[in-house]
């Protein structure tokens, strides 16, 4: 089984500017989770989805971040503009929904703000 | 909210020393555990869970955890570590009363194993 995809993989960009990130999760799992990890700090969740519906977005900063899984499948978080406090590691990571699991993680995007 | 606490940040040992992680969670209801594991340039996956039953609980490669109620504990435990065990560690807890599946995350704990 495919796992979770995620691209670009590294990413730089000057503050202020905006940055997409792409995310596709395991076939057929309704549960997507976009995390952010800074460096030295472990994994703190942004956002979670279940089929394209917000379950939980409490820990986005919303004057700034955005996500969007218009069709329940794929998903994009954007930061706009970005600082140089969101230099981190964009995890993006997939359940099925169903019950207690494991979530399954994608590679990542490190994103630096310079 | 629940929160997880790793006070190792970073743990040297060498080659078939015996490894535990500390790993203590502040929340009074149900909580499923898990330890995840990320190897340098990969990505996170599963070490091992805690959902229910049997409090010691056998992951992959080895590593082993337990589950103490009382004092609201999950650590990791590896009797005799390989080089390949160098890695970073992270401690997650979901709380279920919330009725979601939802991972904090501990800040992680770096090993090093000296050959």
């Known amino acids: 089984e495919a796992g979770v995809a995620q691209s670009p993989r590294y990413k730089i960009i000057e503050k202020r500017q905006s940055v997409a990130f792409w995310c596709n999760p395991i076939?057929?799992?309704?549960?997507l989770y976009w995390y952010q990890q800074i460096l030295g700090q472990g994994p703190k969740l942004l956002i979670q989805?279940?089929?394209?519906?917000?379950?939980?977005d409490s820990q986005l900063p919303k004057d700034r971040f955005s996500a969007e899984r218009l069709k329940g499948v794929d998903s994009t978080l954007k930061i706009q503009p970005a600082k140089l406090e969101d230099s981190a590691v964009y995890l993006c990571?997939?359940?099925?929904?169903?019950?207690?699991?494991?979530?399954?993680f994608g590679p990542g995007t490190r994103l630096l703000v310079l | 909210a629940q929160s997880v606490s790793q006070h190792n940040h970073h743990v040297i040992l060498s080659e078939a020393a015996s490894l535990e992680l500390g790993c203590n969670y502040s929340?009074?209801?149900?909580?499923?555990l898990f330890w995840y594991v990320q190897y340098p340039g990969q990505h996170l996956q599963l070490l091992l869970k805690?959902?229910?039953?049997?409090?010691l609980v056998k992951g992959i490669k080895g590593f082993e955890a337990e589950f103490i109620k009382s004092k609201f504990s999950f650590n990791l435990r590896k009797p005799s570590v390989q080089w390949s065990d160098t890695a970073e560690y992270f401690c997650?807890?979901?709380?279920?009363?919330?009725?979601?599946?939802?991972?904090?995350f501990g800040t992680g704990t770096r090993l090093t194993i000296i050959p």
């Open positions: 805690y959902f229910s039953g049997d409090p």
């Open positions: 990571a997939s359940t099925s929904g169903r019950g207690l699991e494991t979530q399954y």
């Open positions: 989805f279940q089929n394209n519906g917000v379950v939980d």
């Open positions: 997650a807890v979901n709380a279920m009363d919330f009725g979601n599946e939802k991972l904090t």
């Open positions: 929340y009074g209801g149900t909580v499923n």
């Open positions: 076939s057929g799992h309704a549960t």
